[in-house]
């Protein structure tokens, strides 16, 4: 049974698992991981990291700061394995995101945080996790990034931090963070790739069947949308009562198309006026004729934002759309 | 303060949430999402889908036999949210892989499976949760694939079943199957899609910050180690208290190397000798002179397989090497 077990090991190429599993080669794995759960964290934020490093044979332990259960962003609960008081200890400290906003604060995790990142040989956060590394003054000087619709307000609420905005993930050598959500999974292979070597990190990737690329991969924040004058958000007034739902965020790196779902008592040309006029006055944008349509240079290139609006079903019910396009030479 | 929500909602881009978060644009979702799980369901394979549906706004809803915690692989303990009994009506069942042997042959699982996928209007199957599906009989007729280190075994098991060894997921129209872990992702995009239009599924992907290719993507079982040839597995006479453990296996579609690191009485000129012995009988396969090294045509271009063995720390420790690789005209 042994033979056939191992021969049926070798042609189909598996990995070890963690030693709880039938194929473990090491009755103790040689690389622990802690992962730091809390209430609102982000599921792929963990998840992803997590079947990467057990995968890659790593001994993984999920923590909270009581122990007790979490529920994560959208509902999903999770008994951590233990409390931060009874952690025993790991090698590679994992730190999610999500909804951060009171773990970057509470000075239980943060004090956790920096005694275990000071014991970790690798410190991973994913997503919004950079804000709780933060937050306890693990990046102070280091390059770091985050999800990218919140990197402005990461450089902002962290100005000791470099931030950097067009990457899948940092590597300062002891603390790597990775851009949101999905980033994660790729960061972590970096971290298998640190640990054991990029051969074994790309063997980790194939058997979960992902397309990893080792040196970086695709990223979000050099997407179209980046053109998209951060200013216009406060140089709009709204109407009140109005109700918009984000229907389509879509693109590549040289074009991009918003639209929303809108419901208000507003008339469709009456939010579009609203709109052009905060457009008008927000620098470097200049209105060109023919509808509403405005040009800028972004990068050494020409790029025009256009907005337009089409009916939906009814009256109070109509779609927004915001565009922008790199012009060709 | 409403009016800066939305501003900052317009401007960053992101998604409609589930019904718990902030931005949340209908109070009921409008599509329901049942997750089964099991002990030793597969983390990626419900995490990834469970993100993606979760970002499209869809309602999730985790689902286990009697309700009470489950284990997953690799020992994250998760919380249902109901029992089978009391599980909500849906509108999209997802079957997760992972250690399936049970399910695969619960009555109880399989019962409310055929039940369930009735009423749904989209069932997809993740990894080797497709052997569950076939277990209940659901895929009878049909193209199914799973994880592509077990696409050999589903097709022995399941003869009524149209597996597909060469895709990243199947689309019956009713029934969605995905190939190994990270594919439940894109599988679980495609389903977004047939729901929503391709549109509204490469927001959803962006806002994972992934690299979604609506047409397929990354195919595992595409890769070079498909020439391995199977018939090997049976024609090795293995020595007895071998322990190998697989360090790497990685390739592309033209080429692979498998190593292995062995920790055994055996040495490895014997383990060597023992392995080509079985290599020699296997059909197809031709010696070449000059070490050891076979040669077969596969797919109609000529395909060379070597052995190697190279000395590890020890006597008795080292490493088997195993590479296969297309000749080039």
Known sequence: MRAIALATFLLLGLLPRPASAEHAPHSQPEVRVGIVLFDGVQIIDFAGPYEVFGTAGFGVVTLSHD??????????????????????????????????????????????LRERAAASRHVLSVCTGSFILAGAGLLDGLQATTFTPRIGQFAERYPSVDVVSDVRWTDNGHIVTSAGLS????????????VRGTEQARSVALHLEYDWKPDGGFVRSRMADRHVPKALETSIEWPEGLAMSNEVSVGDERQWLLRFHVTSATPADDLLQRIAKGMDGVPGWTRRPGGHRWHSEQEGRGVMLALDTTAGTGAQDYRLELRVQEETD
């Open 67 to 112: 122990g007790k259960p979490v529920t994560t962003a959208m509902g999903l609960t999770v008994t951590p394995d233990a409390a931060f008081v009874d952690a025993p200890p790991f090698d590679v400290l994992l730190v999610p995101g999500g909804d951060v906003g009171e773990a970057e604060r509470d000075p239980q995790v943060l004090a956790f």
């Open 183 to 194: 980033s994660g999974l790729d960061a972590a292979l970096h971290v298998v790739a640190r």
